[in-house]
């Protein structure tokens, strides 16, 4: 294939993928204008000659839009495929990539509410939470073997409501077992603290008795 030829190849296949993508935005266009929202504003936000004012206030309009649809899903009270007050995740995500697309295009930063869609939409805000509670158990776990060294596995998978095969590997990880120790000792230094105090008491009271006794008062 010479040079020519695979210019017109590119050629075709940037023809072909605009093509796409205009049918693609004039499907969004239809769908959004059913939700109220202006066909120019529309066209100056996701279109292929995007004016930043209309990526503004349309983010605006998508953010209102998916924190609706975040709380009808959190609160189960409708159907959310046959409620039509409600933007599909599609349109939004479609209409949101296409205007954070666009601010590439013209070189500015994405606006706040645009990227606050695009987080919400991904659900950033859950990344890492499943992991936080599972080392909320891992840590409970640690501290029943730590006042129980004889609890077994099932035992211990049961009270956190984890898998046996979990425990089991907390138990062999070198970290895990580590932290363990320490927490076993720092419990047996606590629990003989008392006795200790207990003793310097007593030895304090002694030495004082030995004192009056060396040094009556006068009185």
Same mark, same amino acid.
């Given at each position: 294939?010479?040079?020519?030829?695979?210019?017109? &190849?590119?050629?075709?296949?940037?023809?072909?993928?605009?093509?796409?993508?205009?049918? #693609?935005?004039?499907?969004?266009?239809?769908?959004?204008?059913?939700?109220?929202?202006?066909?120019?504003?529309?066209?100056?936000?996701?279109?292929?000659?995007?004016?930043? +004012?209309?990526?503004?206030?349309?983010?605006?309009?998508?953010?209102?839009?998916?924190?609706?649809?975040?709380?009808?899903?959190?609160?189960?009270?409708?159907?959310?495929?046959?409620?039509?007050?409600?933007?599909?995740?599609?349109?939004?995500?479609?209409?949101? #990539?296409?205007?954070?697309?666009?601010?590439?295009?013209?070189?500015?930063?994405?606006?706040?509410?645009?990227?606050?869609?695009?987080?919400?939409?991904?659900?950033?805000?859950?990344?890492?939470?499943?992991?936080?509670?599972?080392?909320?158990?891992?840590?409970?776990?640690?501290?029943? &073997?730590?006042?129980?060294?004889?609890?077994?596995?099932?035992?211990?998978?049961?009270?956190?409501?984890?898998?046996?095969?979990?425990?089991?590997?907390?138990?062999?990880? +070198?970290?895990?077992?580590? +932290?363990?120790?320490?927490?076993?000792?720092? #419990?047996?230094?606590?629990?003989?603290?008392?006795?200790?105090?207990?003793?310097?008491?007593?030895?304090?009271?002694?030495?004082?008795?030995?004192? +009056?006794?060396?040094?009556?008062?006068?009185?």
């Amino acid at each position: 294939m010479d040079e020519s030829e695979i210019q017109s &190849l590119m050629e075709l296949l940037t023809r072909g993928w605009l093509e796409q993508r205009q049918t #693609a935005i004039a499907v969004a266009m239809g769908e959004a204008e059913r939700f109220g929202i202006d066909f120019d504003l529309l066209v100056k936000a996701i279109g292929l000659a995007p004016e930043l +004012d209309a990526i503004n206030e349309l983010s605006g309009v998508l953010q209102k839009a998916s924190q609706s649809r975040q709380i009808a899903e959190a609160k189960g009270e409708v159907q959310l495929s046959a409620n039509s007050d409600l933007m599909g995740n599609a349109l939004i995500n479609f209409m949101a #990539a296409a205007m954070l697309r666009n601010c590439c295009t013209l070189k500015v930063p994405a606006p706040y509410e645009l990227l606050d869609v695009i987080e919400r939409q991904l659900n950033v805000e859950s990344f890492g939470k499943k992991q936080a509670r599972q080392h909320k158990k891992e840590t409970i776990a640690m501290l029943m &073997l730590a006042r129980n060294p004889e609890m077994s596995t099932s035992e211990i998978a049961n009270e956190l409501g984890v898998n046996k095969s979990t425990v089991s590997r907390w138990m062999r990880d +070198d970290i895990f077992m580590s +932290d363990l120790e320490a927490v076993r000792r720092d #419990a047996a230094l606590m629990a003989i603290i008392p006795q200790v105090l207990q003793k310097q008491r007593e030895e304090s009271e002694t030495i004082r008795q030995l004192i +009056d006794k060396a040094f009556p008062s006068d009185n």
